[in-house]
C-alpha cells in the first residue's frame, strides 16, 4: 500500500506538497464547519427535536470532559470535540473510495499528538513556572529524571502511532482482502468458464438452490451460497460466450462487512481512545485547586 498521493506542489516556503491527506483533512474541516453551521443555528426556547439530540450530545461532552479533566477544565470541551470529530471524520473519509483517510498518515496522528504534548508543557510552564516544570522531571525522585524525560519523548510518539497504526493496517488488511478475492474471482471463472455446458450446469444449480432457499427456508447464508452459485454460473456462461472476463464478483460483500469493523469501528474506537488519552494528560498538567494545594 502506497503513502499519499502528491497532487500539486505551491512554489512557496521551499515548495507545500498538497496530498491526498491534505485534501481530506480540509475535506473534513469543511463538513464539520457545515455541520456545525446547519446544527447551530435557529437555537429555540422549545427546541425541536434536531436541537434536543444536539443539546444531549453536547452535555454528553461536558460531562465526560468534567468527569476525565474535572469541572475546571470545562473550557478543553470544544478542543476535545473537535479533536475527536476531526479523528473520526478524517478516519471514515476513506470509505468514500475516492479521498484517503487522514488518520492512516502518520503526519496527521503525529501532529495532533504534538499539539497535545505542546499544550501540557505549555500549561504546566505557566502553572508552575519554567524551574518548577524542570524540577517536575527529577519527581519523587533524582534518578528517576532519564525516565521522565523518555516519558515525555515517547507520550506523543505512542499516542500517534497507535492511531495510525491500526487505521492505516485495517486500510492494507482490506487492499489485501479485495487483491486476494479479485484473484479468486478471475480463477473461478476461468476454470468453469472454460466449457458453456459446465457453466450452464453450475447456472442450472444456483438457479435451483436459490429457489428452495428462498421458498422453503430462513438461513440467510443457504440464500447467500445459493445466490453465489447462481451468479458463478452466469458470469462463467458470460465469459464463455467472449462477452466479459475476469469479473471480480467476490469482492461484493465481504469486504464490505470487514469494512464496518476496520474503518467505522476502529476509527471510532481511535478518535475515543486518543481523546481520552489528550484529556488524561492535559488533565494532569491542569490539577484543580484540591490537588495542586496538596502537591
Same mark, same amino acid.
Given at each position: 500500500m502506497e503513502g499519499?498521493?502528491?497532487?500539486?506542489?505551491?512554489?512557496?516556503?521551499? &515548495? *507545500? /506538497?498538497?496530498?491526498?491527506?491534505? +485534501?481530506?483533512?480540509?475535506v473534513v474541516m469543511i463538513l464539520l464547519c457545515l455541520a456545525g453551521i446547519f446544527l447551530g443555528r435557529r437555537l429555540q426556547k422549545r427546541p425541536g427535536r434536531r436541537q434536543v439530540m444536539v443539546e444531549y450530545l453536547v452535555g454528553l461532552l461536558y460531562g465526560l470532559v468534567e468527569d476525565t479533566m474535572g469541572k475546571h477544565n470545562s473550557h478543553w470541551t470544544p478542543y476535545i470535540g473537535a479533536l475527536f470529530l476531526s479523528s473520526l471524520g478524517g478516519s471514515l473519509i476513506g470509505m468514500t473510495g475516492i479521498l484517503r483517510s487522514a488518520t492512516a498518515d502518520l503526519s496527521t496522528t503525529l501532529t495532533w499528538a504534538l499539539m497535545t504534548s505542546g499544550l501540557c508543557w505549555y500549561?504546566?510552564?505557566?502553572?508552575? &513556572?519554567?524551574? &518548577?516544570?524542570? /524540577?517536575?522531571?527529577?519527581?519523587?525522585?533524582? #534518578? !528517576?529524571?532519564?525516565?521522565?524525560?523518555?516519558?515525555? *519523548?515517547?507520550?506523543?510518539? %505512542? !499516542?500517534?502511532?497507535?492511531?495510525? $497504526?491500526? *487505521? !492505516?493496517?485495517? $486500510? +492494507?488488511l482490506i487492499s489485501l482482502l479485495y487483491t486476494a478475492l479479485s484473484a479468486c474471482s478471475g480463477l473461478v471463472l476461468n476454470l468453469i468458464g472454460s466449457s458453456v455446458i459446465v457453466s450452464a450446469v453450475v447456472l442450472a444449480l444456483g438457479a435451483g438452490f436459490a429457489a428452495l432457499a428462498f421458498g422453503r427456508t430462513k438461513k440467510l447464508?443457504? /440464500?447467500? #451460497?445459493? +445466490?453465489?452459485?447462481? +451468479?458463478?454460473?452466469?458470469?462463467? #456462461?458470460?465469459?464463455?460466450?467472449? *462477452? #466479459? %472476463?475476469g469479473v471480480p464478483y467476490l469482492t461484493v460483500g465481504i469486504p464490505g462487512v470487514l469494512s464496518l469493523y476496520f474503518d467505522v469501528f476502529s476509527g471510532l474506537v481511535q478518535a475515543l481512545v486518543f481523546s481520552l488519552l489528550t484529556m488524561v494528560y492535559v488533565g494532569s498538567a491542569l490539577p484543580g485547586p484540591e490537588e495542586a494545594e496538596k502537591d
Open positions: 499519499a498521493f502528491i497532487y500539486f506542489t505551491i512554489p512557496i516556503l521551499g &515548495g *507545500i /506538497k498538497i496530498t491526498q491527506t491534505v +485534501v481530506s483533512s480540509f500549561w504546566s510552564i505557566r502553572t508552575n &513556572g519554567f524551574g &518548577g516544570w524542570l /524540577k517536575g522531571f527529577a519527581e519523587p525522585v533524582a #534518578l !528517576m529524571l532519564p525516565l521522565n524525560i523518555v516519558s515525555e *519523548i515517547a507520550q506523543p510518539i %505512542s !499516542m500517534a502511532f497507535r492511531h495510525f $497504526g491500526n *487505521i !492505516m493496517g485495517g $486500510g +492494507v447464508l443457504h /440464500k447467500i #451460497l445459493s +445466490v453465489v452459485v447462481a +451468479v458463478t454460473g452466469l458470469l462463467a #456462461l458470460v465469459q464463455s460466450a467472449g *462477452i #466479459l %472476463s
